[in-house]
C-alpha cells in the first residue's frame, strides 16, 4: 500500500524542517564508513513483510519518554549503548577485523542527538568479512497532531532528496502498530575516501507526540544476505509502557 503525498497541516508544518533533519542524520550515520565494496546501483534492503504481528497494542495516549521501545535481536547482534565509550568495544573488534572495528567507531562517533538505540550484527564470521550492517534509531518530539502518514511523507521528501529518486513508501505492520517503510541507496564515502554507495531500509512509526526513525544500513552488494535480519527487526519493534 502506498501512502498518499499529503500536505501538512498549518499545525505540523513548523514540525518538516525538524523532520528532515532527522532523517538526514540518520542518513548520514547509516552512510558513515561502510566496510565492504558495493556495486554501482544497489537495490535497497527489501522492506519487512505486510503480515500483521500478534497482540499489537494500541498507540499510547501520552508521549512517553525517549528509548520507551524494545527489540527481538536476532542471535550474533549486539546492542550499543548510545551513552557513553565505545573504546573497548571497537578495540576488541580491532583484534577480528581493523577495517570493521574503525568502521563501527566511526559510525559510533557520528551519532546525532536524537539518536536512541544502536545495535549492529556481530555475529564474527559477518566482521570478519566486514560487512558492517547496523540499526540505529532516533526520535524526535512532534506536535500530537502531526500523523503517520505526515510524518513519513516529510521524511520521503528529504530521502528522495539523497538518493535522486522517486520513492515509494510502504504501509506494513509491526508489533508496535501500523507503520510505513522505505528502501533506497545512499550515497557514502568509505574509510579509504572512495565513493561508494549504502543500502538503507528505514521504517517510519508515529505516537501522539513521538516520531521514530529506524534506519538499517547494509553493503549493498550484501544487503539481501540481511533482508531477514532486518526485516525480523523492524517487525519486533514494540513500545514498552
Known amino acids: 500500500m502506498t501512502a498518499p503525498r499529503s500536505r501538512p497541516s498549518a499545525g505540523s508544518r513548523g514540525t518538516a524542517a525538524l523532520a528532515v533533519a532527522l532523517l538526514a542524520a540518520a542518513v548520514a550515520v547509516a552512510g558513515c564508513g561502510t566496510t565492504s565494496s558495493g556495486s554501482p546501483s544497489p537495490s535497497g534492503t527489501p522492506a519487512p513483510s505486510t503480515t500483521p504481528p500478534s497482540g499489537t497494542p494500541g498507540p499510547a495516549l501520552t508521549p512517553l519518554p525517549a528509548g520507551s521501545f524494545t ?10 549503548p548510545v551513552a557513553g565509550d565505545p573504546e573497548a568495544l571497537v578495540t576488541a573488534l580491532a583484534a577480528q577485523n581493523p577495517t570493521f572495528a574503525e568502521s563501527l567507531g566511526a559510525r559510533l ?12 550484527n556481530a555475529t564474527p564470521s559477518v566482521v570478519a568479512k566486514g560487512d558492517l550492517v547496523t540499526l540505529i534509531v532516533t526520535e524526535v518530539e512532534l506536535p500530537l497532531d502531526v500523523t503517520l502518514e505526515t510524518f513519513a511523507n516529510q521524511l520521503r521528501g528529504g530521502a528522495e532528496q ?30 579509504d575516501g572512495q565513493e561508494g554507495t549504502v543500502a538503507v531500509t528505514q521504517v517510519f512509526y508515529v505516537l ?31 513500545i514498552r509502557t
Request: aromatic share 12%; charged share 15%; no cysteine.
Open 71 to 80: 527489540f527481538d535481536l536476532p542471535s550474533g547482534w549486539k546492542a550499543v
Open 109 to 120: 562517533a557520528a551519532l546525532p542527538e536524537s539518536a536512541s538505540y544502536v545495535a549492529f
Open 162 to 191: 539523497v538518493a535522486e529518486a522517486d520513492l515509494e513508501l510502504r504501509k506494513i505492520l509491526v508489533t508496535a502498530g501500523p507503520a510505513y517503510s522505505l528502501a533506497y541507496a545512499a550515497p557514502l564515502v568509505r574509510p
Open 208 to 238: 501522539p507526540g513521538r516520531g521514530y526513525v529506524l534506519t538499517f544500513a547494509a553493503p549493498p552488494s550484501a544487503a539481501n544476505d540481511y533482508a531477514k535480519d532486518i526485516a525480523d527487526l523492524a517487525t519486533s519493534f514494540t
